[in-house]
């Protein structure tokens, strides 16, 4: 053990002094955005150099770096500090988010040096997501470009407050006042609308240092302050603070019989032992008798703190649901209209399905109609049917569940969500809430006595979806039909909705645009879970060609009702067949959208049901279908009679 002499324990105070000081230091949290190759990377290096948070093994590394992947000469390309990628060294751009620490005298920070190509935009807009303040830089030889907008929009929407429009590269323009004031004034010509509370710009060159840290002497026409003085000036909002308590539960803690709490991070507002809190979803209140930190029990626990909190009665509260103030509840509701930014290459369309998840919590949700989309270039709303790739525009979301969220405006977690593929599983956009939507105050679920399970009873039959789906001339019909009347001669209560009869009708206003296909889907499965809801064995036959309508169907019945059944024939012999001659004029162009020429079937990847038609008879095909119904039944029988599974 080392002996412990005044000398080292004065070095040990001092570790101690300084830990503290840093402790005690506000905290900014902000990102570098804007178009490619503007300096976002070499910027951040340029800060993490003069405020001394490169090692001298670092730096070693750093001019190793230089030689082989610079693109600065024989000089060190400060970018490199922060482009870890191999695939980014080579390329000379940012991919991933890259976060870096630093700290002045003054304030500590973290940066998000985000990527400025198009196709990453969505990286660009995660980290944003937490930061109080934006960088947005412009190269002084090409102004402000498109992505220079978009980035701002997107800053706006999610929303920062705090914008400094760095004009880098001033060097590369004879440091001419000129060109700075052209640019700043085109900026803030369509900035100045997009509600930010502060707008600074500066001129600089992070590749030599010019106005980041140290004054230029090149730039004796600036009389504004260098980049650093104003990152460690600007407001820090402590408004998350002020605003109602929100605490979305992350995890029910409970190791023992005599523990149960509820972990999360406060979003915002405060909270102390005695306060009431009241349960979003269900409404139930309680009063916090505990708050448990890492360290001990708290009395006061304010928003960004990590804390489990312990209440003085037994509510249900499960993860997802949000702790609140009792003065200033959220709103719960399945339906609201929202702000998207697109992130993925196959556009959103109104009818589309996805999955909905907020900061603990999540839902199906499909998208009802888009409003408009924003026009990156004047800001003006557009009328659209799709968005695309990195657009921005106002969407109408419905929920199969409802969810507790304040407005984006009002609260920065409880207002955002992202939107997930149900089968990639990838997050295709992300959205901030404007508000609710609710057709009347007056409309409510009605309790009813008689239940499906009452009605089920009196059929003597368990209810069930058996959804068959096929390009067309498969034989999803013939089958169905054939079906029908063998549990109709059974005694069982049936009904059939194909396709083409109900679009006589029901669906008879729709088209065939993949818009429309998805909102055909929806209205056949809500009648479907109804007719299931009356006890009917419903039989469904529709192309139905994509998977997420599939499933989307397939959530909306109860568990085990829904049962797909693959009308699996290959695409030639139903080119073969071309029962109505459809494959024909399709083929030759005079039918658009159709399934299987130019627009797409995507197979059932895991059905109940795989029928292979060729080489069997539709007889052959009912048979295994009623066989699966008979097995399915004893096996609920045996589970319910306490046999087990």
Same mark, same amino acid.
């Given at each position: 053990?080392?002996?412990?002499?005044?000398?080292?324990?004065?070095?040990?105070?001092?570790?101690?002094?300084?830990?503290?000081?840093?402790?005690?230091?506000?905290?900014?949290?902000?990102?570098?955005?804007?178009?490619?190759?503007?300096?976002?990377?070499?910027?951040?290096?340029?800060?993490?150099?003069?405020?001394?948070?490169?090692?001298?093994?670092?730096?070693?590394?750093? +001019?190793?770096?230089?030689?082989?992947?610079?693109?600065?000469?024989?000089?060190?390309?400060?970018?490199?500090?922060?482009?870890?990628?191999?695939?980014?060294?080579?390329?000379?751009?940012?991919?991933?988010?890259?976060? =870096?620490?630093?700290?002045?005298? !003054?304030?500590?920070?973290?940066?998000?040096?985000?990527?400025?190509?198009?196709?990453?935009? &969505?990286?660009?807009?995660?980290?944003?997501?937490?930061?109080?303040?934006?960088?947005?830089?412009?190269?002084?030889?090409?102004?402000?470009?498109?992505?220079?907008?978009?980035?701002?929009?997107?800053?706006? #929407?999610?929303?920062?407050?705090?914008?400094?429009?760095?004009?880098?590269?001033?060097?590369?323009?004879?440091?001419?006042?000129?060109?700075?004031?052209?640019?700043?004034?085109?900026?803030?010509?369509?900035?100045?609308?997009?509600?930010?509370?502060? #707008?600074? %710009?500066?001129?600089?060159?992070?590749?030599?240092?010019?106005?980041?840290?140290?004054?230029?002497? *090149? #730039?004796?026409?600036?009389?504004?302050?260098?980049?650093?003085?104003?990152?460690?000036?600007?407001?820090?909002?402590?408004?998350?603070?002020?605003?109602?308590? $929100?605490?979305?539960?992350?995890?029910?803690?409970?190791?023992?019989?005599?523990?149960?709490?509820?972990?999360?991070?406060?979003?915002?507002?405060?909270?102390?032992?005695?306060?009431?809190?009241?349960?979003?979803?269900?409404?139930?209140?309680?009063?916090?008798?505990?708050?448990?930190?890492?360290?001990?029990?708290?009395?006061?626990?304010?928003?960004?703190?990590?804390?489990?909190?312990?209440?003085?009665?037994?509510?249900?509260?499960?993860?997802?649901?949000?702790?609140?103030?009792?003065?200033? =509840?959220?709103?719960? %509701?399945? =339906?609201?209209?929202?702000?998207?930014?697109?992130?993925?290459?196959?556009?959103?369309?109104?009818?589309?399905?996805?999955?909905?998840?907020?900061?603990?919590?999540? %839902?199906?949700?499909?998208?009802?109609?888009?409003?408009? &989309?924003?026009?990156?270039?004047?800001?003006?709303?557009?009328?659209?049917?799709?968005?695309?790739?990195?657009?921005?525009?106002?969407?109408?979301?419905?929920?199969?569940?409802?969810?507790?969220?304040?407005?984006?405006?009002?609260?920065?977690?409880?207002?955002?969500?992202?939107?997930?593929?149900?089968?990639?599983?990838?997050?295709?956009?992300?959205?901030?809430?404007?508000?609710?939507? =609710?057709?009347?105050?007056?409309?409510?679920?009605?309790?009813?006595?008689?239940? $499906?399970?009452?009605?089920?009873? @009196? !059929?003597?039959?368990?209810?069930?979806?058996?959804?068959?789906?096929?390009?067309?001339?498969?034989?999803?019909?013939?089958?169905?039909?054939?079906?029908? !009347?063998?549990?109709?001669?059974?005694?069982?209560?049936?009904?059939? @909705?194909?396709?083409?009869?109900?679009?006589?009708?029901?669906?008879?206003?729709?088209?065939?645009?993949?818009?429309?296909?998805?909102?055909?889907?929806?209205?056949?499965?809500?009648?479907?879970?109804?007719?299931?809801?009356?006890?009917?064995?419903?039989?469904?036959?529709?192309?139905?060609?994509?998977?997420?309508?599939?499933?989307?169907?397939?959530? @909306?019945?109860?568990?085990?009702?829904?049962?797909?059944?693959?009308?699996?024939?290959?695409?030639?012999?139903?080119?073969?067949?071309?029962?109505?001659?459809?494959?024909? !004029?399709?083929?030759?162009?005079?039918?658009?959208?159709?399934?299987?020429?130019?627009?797409?079937?995507?197979?059932?990847?895991?059905?109940?049901? &795989?029928?292979?038609? @060729?080489?069997?008879?539709? +007889? +052959?095909?009912?048979?295994?279908?009623?066989?699966?119904?008979?097995?399915?039944?004893?096996? *609920?029988?045996?589970?319910?009679?306490?046999?087990?599974?």
């Amino acid at each position: 053990m080392q002996h412990v002499t005044p000398e080292n324990l004065d070095a040990v105070e001092g570790v101690r002094a300084y830990l503290v000081s840093q402790e005690k230091k506000s905290l900014l949290r902000f990102l570098t955005c804007g178009s490619v190759d503007d300096g976002k990377s070499t910027l951040i290096g340029r800060l993490l150099s003069d405020t001394k948070q490169i090692f001298e093994d670092q730096l070693a590394t750093l +001019e190793q770096d230089s030689r082989r992947h610079g693109t600065t000469g024989d000089e060190m390309d400060f970018a490199l500090l922060v482009d870890g990628l191999e695939a980014e060294r080579e390329q000379g751009i940012t991919i991933d988010v890259a976060y =870096r620490f630093f700290a002045t005298p !003054k304030r500590k920070f973290i940066v998000a040096d985000t990527p400025g190509h198009e196709q990453y935009t &969505r990286n660009m807009a995660t980290g944003a997501s937490t930061c109080d303040l934006a960088i947005v830089l412009v190269d002084a030889r090409q102004g402000v470009l498109r992505q220079t907008r978009r980035h701002t929009v997107i800053a706006s #929407l999610l929303g920062i407050r705090h914008i400094v429009v760095a004009i880098n590269k001033i060097d590369l323009v004879g440091f001419d006042q000129g060109v700075f004031d052209r640019i700043v004034a085109d900026y803030r010509a369509f900035a100045g609308t997009l509600g930010f509370r502060t #707008l600074e %710009a500066i001129p600089i060159s992070a590749r030599y240092g010019d106005n980041v840290s140290q004054r230029s002497e *090149q #730039l004796d026409w600036y009389g504004g302050p260098t980049l650093v003085e104003h990152l460690e000036t600007v407001p820090v909002d402590d408004e998350a603070v002020e605003r109602p308590f $929100r605490l979305p539960v992350q995890y029910v803690n409970r190791p023992n019989l005599d523990f149960r709490g509820f972990a999360g991070t406060i979003a915002s507002g405060s909270v102390s032992p005695g306060d009431a809190v009241v349960v979003a979803k269900s409404g139930r209140q309680a009063k916090v008798r505990r708050i448990v930190a890492q360290g001990g029990d708290l009395d006061l626990a304010v928003a960004g703190q990590a804390v489990t909190l312990v209440l003085d009665e037994e509510v249900e509260v499960s993860r997802g649901n949000v702790l609140v103030a009792p003065s200033a =509840r959220p709103q719960v %509701a399945d =339906r609201f209209s929202a702000s998207v930014v697109w992130f993925d290459e196959k556009v959103l369309r109104p009818g589309a399905g996805y999955v909905l998840r907020t900061a603990t919590d999540q %839902a199906s949700a499909t998208v009802d109609k888009i409003s408009h &989309r924003l026009n990156i270039n004047d800001f003006s709303e557009e009328e659209a049917r799709e968005l695309e790739l990195n657009e921005v525009g106002d969407v109408t979301i419905t929920l199969q569940s409802p969810v507790a969220f304040d407005a984006f405006a009002e609260n920065r977690t409880t207002g955002a969500f992202i939107l997930i593929d149900r089968i990639t599983n990838a997050t295709v956009g992300a959205g901030m809430i404007r508000q609710a939507i =609710r057709q009347a105050d007056n409309i409510h679920w009605q309790s009813l006595d008689v239940g $499906r399970e009452a009605r089920a009873t @009196l !059929k003597h039959q368990r209810p069930a979806v058996l959804w068959f789906t096929g390009l067309s001339g498969s034989g999803k019909s013939t089958i169905a039909n054939l079906l029908e !009347k063998k549990l109709h001669a059974a005694g069982r209560h049936t009904y059939i @909705l194909d396709g083409d009869n109900v679009r006589h009708g029901l669906n008879r206003d729709l088209g065939f645009t993949e818009a429309d296909r998805a909102e055909n889907i929806r209205r056949v499965a809500e009648v479907a879970r109804l007719m299931a809801d009356a006890g009917l064995i419903v039989i469904v036959s529709f192309i139905s060609p994509f998977r997420s309508e599939r499933l989307l169907a397939r959530e @909306l019945m109860t568990e085990g009702e829904f049962i797909e059944v693959f009308v699996d024939t290959p695409f030639e012999e139903c080119v073969r067949r071309d029962p109505k001659g459809l494959y024909a !004029k399709a083929l030759k162009g005079e039918i658009d959208n159709f399934t299987g020429v130019d627009s797409p079937y995507e197979s059932p990847e895991n059905p109940e049901l &795989r029928l292979q038609t @060729l080489g069997r008879t539709p +007889e +052959e095909m009912v048979e295994a279908v009623e066989r699966w119904l008979t097995e399915r039944d004893i096996a *609920q029988q045996h589970y319910e009679s306490g046999g087990g599974i």
